[in-house]
């Protein structure tokens, strides 16, 4: 079970038309997008080179003005008279409001880098108003007229140092412009809540796109009657729960539901992210917070669903250091908002996480979120509905068999499943087929749960002759002993980590197990290395996860599930406090070295003793080994049958085709031979997966 998508329904006919508006091309926003791309281009290149010319045009040297001592100056008088030759080309007597004066004019002066002549700017200043020898000085050196003036430049020079930084700003301003109007929104709407508000014109998800969860389906449809009667309930003094918060494994459809109550209730429906309250910035989330109710109370009655509500509910105080003050203060508005003084009713927070135990006590209390519903993943039946749902968008088969691969895969989750029929698809794409088949839908289960057959991966024949005698050993020995899951393929095609695979198929979901089937199971695992020790005569660590997988249900055997009679129905598991919730640095056992050292004695006794049981179904039938290891290397998959047929009869009455080599590049006119399926339980409980592996 997975999120459908949403489309947009068609209108209907009798739909009032509505006003005629412009329309825009259909790919408007790309073409706006390109717009603005080439406008904001033109833009900085036009400003550039404005911001260049006027800097070129403003460092010519027209303001230049050299300062020249009185006494320097009547030299300068002296000697172009004496000379004959005008060095002083205009000379005029400027005095200021302040009662500033000087004089000013031009000159001729020679360039020291270029040794050019060139006509400059000067200025002398006089200490003293025009005075009589100054006069008469200048009348007997030729200059007997003066003109005097005000200052008629003073404003023109500042505007003219002023204007390239006053351009330049203006320049800023306009080519960041769209810049400046997002910061100052983003600025504004900093504190706002991200809450998305699920349009009502889209496709309704309903309950019956929900499939495998019944349960948690009965328990949210009081929301739904309440949001449709809300009298209904008041009559007797009852009160709908103000949250649900809903937990279970990743991929078990916890947002698809919020979705499907949405739809059903046909209420307005905001939803946002634990993560989009959390920012660098504290008090930024609690504002979001407030704003997110304060939406709802205009809305109500409404719904507001937190995905990964986590993000933000994590335990206050918790981790090694510290608190986290903005996540802590944003939890705090939270919990005040759902439950605090002004609070009002017509708001309904459903939430959703697969992290329960990280939550805060507070958050959880009756009066928050009143009612957990547990979406745990779907069992035999659910998966055969969820496969349903999702099997009406693609194109199956009439001959494929939905209720087989529902067996075939415990602990999928509804994502898992509707991933499996997309590589279903995709497969039957590959192999030039009109529709979905029931091979296809067995190879991608084992494709998702293994990954890809590696039938490119160059093993020599001492490898396969390993990896068979390896696969056989399990095989044998689940099909001699009682109490195990029956036998579905064993193969010794590379697949994912594995060399090879031994597969057990049980008839239902299991809950549980009994001791005598974990012994069972734990022989069948020691079957693979007892059968290289006694048919090559070495052993490999290819059975390093079989080790590992009888050690991990031997210690749960004898510390949590009181399957041993020396110690009895006592926990000895480790302390389950986590220590990032800051509760525990280090995990305590709760119990002395004396105990600990019978705990190592009794797993290595029940390994022990499976190894010996196992070695000897397996002297005891050599024979049968040998048959199944040959068919084995003749065929590389057997399924169940195949393998029963040559302990009971010593031969196959249905032998497999022998596979061959697909081509190197298949087209559609040439499809991949069909691979026979190889499929195994997942573990989904924490007890036998019902899987033995091959040397790796």
Known sequence: MSDSEIKFPKKSKTEKPPVRKRQKPQNSNDGDGDNESMKGVFLFISCFAAIVLAFYFFQQP???????????????????????????????????????????????????????????????????????????????NGYPDLDSKLNEHKWEQMLISTLPFILFIVILYFLFRQQIKMAGKGAFSFGKSRAKLLSRDKKKITFKDVAGVEEAKDEVHEIVDFLKDPKKFSKLGGRIPKGILMVGPPGTGKTLIAKAIAGEADVPFFSISGSDFVEMFVGVGASRVRDMFEQGRKNAPCLI?????????????????????????????????????????????????????????????????DREVMINLPDIKGREEILKVHANKVKLDVKAELGLIARGTPGFSGAELANLLNEAALLAVRRGKESIGQSELEE????????????????????????????????LLNVLLEHTDPLHKVSIIPRGPALGVTMMLPKEDLLGHSRRKIIDDLCVTMGGRVAEEIFIGDISSGASGDINMATWYAKKMVCDWGMSE????????????????????????SYSEATAQLIDKEV???????????????????????????????????????????????????????????????????????NPPVTVPKKDDGLLPGFQGAPA
């Open 62 to 140: 027209i303001g230049v003005t050299d300062e020249i001592q009185l006494s320097k100056f009547k030299e300068m008088v002296r000697l172009q008279k004496e000379s004959g030759q005008k060095t002083i080309e205009s000379l005029a007597f400027v005095r200021e409001n302040t009662g500033k004066s000087y004089l000013e004019g031009k000159y001729l002066k020679k360039e020291e880098k270029t040794g050019k002549i060139v006509s400059t700017n000067f200025q002398t200043i006089i200490d003293t108003d025009w005075n009589r020898d100054l006069n008469t000085f200048l009348a007997s």
């Open 305 to 369: 669903f937190i995905d990964e509500i986590d993000a933000v509910g994590r335990a206050r105080g918790s981790g090694m250091g510290g608190g986290h003050d903005e996540r802590e203060q944003t939890l705090n508005a939270m919990l005040v908002e759902m439950d605090g003084i002004d609070t009002q009713e017509g708001i309904i927070m459903i939430a959703a996480t697969n992290r329960k135990d990280v939550l805060d006590p507070a958050l959880l209390r009756p009066g928050r979120f």
């Open 444 to 475: 991608s289960r084992d494709k998702v749960r293994w990954g890809r057959e590696r039938r490119s991966m160059a093993m020599t024949e001492e490898q396969k002759k390993i990896t068979a005698y390896h696969e056989a050993g399990h095989a």
């Open 566 to 589: 020396k110690l009895g129905m006592i926990h000895y598991g480790a302390d389950s406090n986590m220590t990032f919730l800051g509760r525990d640095l280090s995990s305590q056992r």
């Open 604 to 674: 290595l006794e029940l390994v022990s003793s499976a190894y010996a049981r196992a070695k000897e179904l397996i002297l005891t039938n050599r024979e049968k080994m040998e048959l199944i290891t040959q068919a084995l290397l003749d065929y590389e998959v057997l399924d169940g049958q195949n393998v029963i047929d040559l302990i009971k009869e010593g031969k196959m009455s249905n032998p497999p085709i022998k596979k061959i080599d697909p081509p190197a590049n298949p087209t559609p006119s040439e499809p991949l031979p069909v």
